[in-house]
């Protein structure tokens, strides 16, 4: 990258201007100035939007603890809940007992005897060697702690259909692997704009229509559509924000916009469907900051970068004039003429490799290792993640206070990756995350059930918080140029199937209680090892092709820690691609080109 000085007498006339890349032309336009400021504002909606879309399916299958057998023929006998539990439900089996509910009698049986003849005889304790068999007559629930009768509660998703509220949950990512494609090839052919309006506009319909779903197949289908617009109806947008945003303020700009904005929505959440009390009117709440991107076009501009991708480089020119004269910044033509040049230089380079396909990650051994590393890097750490958020179910009866303190820590694990991840480096600094997240989940089985436990659960989630927001980036820096895109595209299309597993993990609680947490743990410290075994990626040339990807580093030292290191050969001051430094973030499906390199 051309630095602030070397244009400054380009343009002087002291030497040769030189603007190679995107990156080189931003500090003329304004690299961190009121537009992006603006850019920054709205991704406030969006980032909502994602929140939601993410978490609100969670409180619209909500099931309370408590809830027993109907027993209809006890209506009409003016007896309380608790006399009817001690008339007609055996105690809780061995089997239930291992549940951390409060609850001692079964949620799944009930006394097979006949209760007209039991009340006309006086009875009102049961005999415990009364016969048993499964409910029969639908479920009583105990909304005390849950204000409000979910879809998974109305159409009593419990005991044996306990299942059906995951595979809803599994719907919506499956959703989210063919909306990934649908609205990637908007992207990709018709803009990113038009893709932006497109995925949110699916997804607000599809919620206000799961608002209307009376049966299981029904909720599957409407959240599954909800799930197409997932991802894209924020990361669309984040990634035009990124790319015109200076290389130096990136990794602020990422965190803080991504953490700040993610963690309000989803600490929010929760008290929104405690208030509003109603899964129906909450799915439609929920889907109203869609709306705001029905004015994406008057709102948001189309990524440069696609204008440049697609040969519309008048268009790109047209777009950064407009940045600078909202930044107050004067450009002389010269260095547009430049950059009209470059632009297109790399798209005769670029229709040169074009070439290559993302089975060439595997063509070489030591990138093959790497690209393997990495998928299973990011589908682990989305494993512990939608593990430890439908895990909040078991740890505590009140869910709402635990989900919303537990959704906060996304703003210090922003703070901490906004201080310290251009400092430790990626490896790390992922590595103590993920050992932290292992080592609070196993703690959690040590103390006290209750607020204790809780506590323990809310520190693992931010390790796991931590490493995920590192993972976003770490593949679009670490895979060669000519197959970045595709490569970061296979790992998070990959990723999705972690979503699907993800919500079955609290079944783990039907063996044994402590499994779920004993399993996240496991499953972060891997992680955490695993991260140890990929090369550092701070403050190094990223690779451009096969054979660079390959070697990528090679010559590190094990031990090799940035912020601690002088070695000039693994710590270099003048990063030649400057504008990798999360460019990549999250790109999903949305590139075909490398962001970085225009």
Known sequence: MTVAGESTNAEEGDGKLKIETFDDILPHVGEAGLYQLLLFLILLPFTFVYAFLYFTQFFLTLIPNEHWCTVPELSGWNLTDSQKIALSIPLANPLENEDQSVATFSKCEMYDVNFTEVMLSGIKVANTSWPVKPCSNGWTFNFTAIPYASIAAELEWVCDKTYLSSTAQSAFFIGSIIGGFIFGYIADHYGRIPALVSCNAVGFIASVVTAFCNSFWSFCLARLIVGTSFDNCFNILFIITIEYVGPKYRTLVANMSFGIYFAVAASLLPWLAYWIADWRVLSVVTAAPLVVAFFGPWIAPESARWYIMVGKTDKAIEMLKKFAKVNGKTVTPKIYE??????????????????????????????????????????????????????????????????????????????????????????????????????????????????????????????????????????????????????VSLIHIIGYFAHIIGPYIIYLADVQKELPLISLGVVAMVVAFLTLTLPETLDQDLPETLQEGNDFGIDQNFWWIPCRSSSQKNRKKDRKKMGSVNAGFNPGSLTKIDSTRL
């Not at 932290?436 to 520190?459: D, H, K, R, Y």
Request: net charge neutral.
């Open 338 to 487: 430049e950059f009209e040049r470059s632009c297109k230089e790399m798209i005769e380079k670029d229709d040169k490799v074009n070439k290559y396909t993302v089975l060439d990650l595997f063509s070489l051994p030591r990138l093959a290792r790497i690209t393997i590393i990495l998928v299973i890097y990011w589908l682990l750490i989305i494993l512990v993640f939608d593990g430890h958020v439908w895990n909040m179910k078991l740890l505590h009866p009140d869910v709402f206070t635990s989900f919303s303190l537990a959704a906060l820590t996304e703003l210090p694990a922003a703070f901490l990756l906004a201080l310290f991840l251009d400092k430790w480096g990626r490896r790390w600094m992922g590595f103590a995350s993920m050992f932290m997240c292992g080592v609070f989940s196993w703690i959690a089985l040590a103390t006290p059930e209750g607020t204790v436990t809780v506590a323990m659960a809310i520190l693992a989630r931010l390790g796991v918080n931590v490493a995920a927001n590192i993972g976003f980036q770490y593949a679009a820096e670490m895979l060669p140029t000519v197959v970045r895109a595709q490569g």
